[in-house]
């Protein structure tokens, strides 16, 4: 699959097949994609935790409130993404620039994990409401919980809906 039918292709799962398990290779395909990701001075500045079984569903369950994210408990796995130290490199650059790479970071690497997910069949949902000091405790984690991501098999009744995107002329402007 080409990098744009990728994008196409990739939505918010929002209904998994609680059924299907993911295949090892499939995981440790998308685990590659994220170790490969860039960072600024190559830093890598967050820790992937790979959430299967009843702890999944624990640290699913930190994600839903007020009706929401009730989906994330069907996902076999939960990927937590938590902060860690940025390099020395990154520490002077993020101070002299007052840019948080960190975040930069971290949105790149979802990316790569959601596009590697999507090559390899599968439903992924990059949730930001989450209980971080619930998740700490349940992962044995010391660092910020920024992101959790919910892979799986779509259900069949989750088909691909229209993208809902701005138009061309109103995201992008060419100045020379």
């Given at each position: ?29 998308i ?107 349940l ?10 991501i ?16 701005k ?10």
């Amino acid at each position: 699959m080409d990098f744009l039918s990728i994008a196409k292709n990739r939505q918010s799962c929002r209904k998994y097949d609680s059924t299907r398990m993911v295949e090892e290779e499939k995981l440790q395909r998308i685990l590659e994609a994220a170790r490969l990701a860039p960072s600024a001075c190559n830093g890598q500045p967050y820790h992937i935790t790979v959430c299967k079984g009843q702890l999944a569903k624990e640290v699913a369950k930190t994600t839903q409130g007020v009706g929401i994210n009730r989906f994330a408990t069907e996902a076999p796995i939960v990927l937590v993404i938590s902060e860690k130290s940025y390099n020395p490199a990154s520490i002077v650059g993020a101070a002299v620039k007052k840019n948080d790479f960190r975040s930069i970071d971290i949105g790149i690497l979802s990316a790569y994990i959601t596009a590697e997910a999507t090559a390899q069949s599968l439903g992924t949902c990059i949730i930001g409401w989450l209980d971080d000091e619930k998740i700490r405790k349940l992962c044995d984690l010391s660092g910020t919980v920024r992101l959790v991501i919910t892979v799986g098999y779509p259900h069949p009744e989750d088909k691909l809906r229209d993208k809902k995107r701005k138009d061309m002329d109103k995201l992008v402007s060419v100045k020379e």
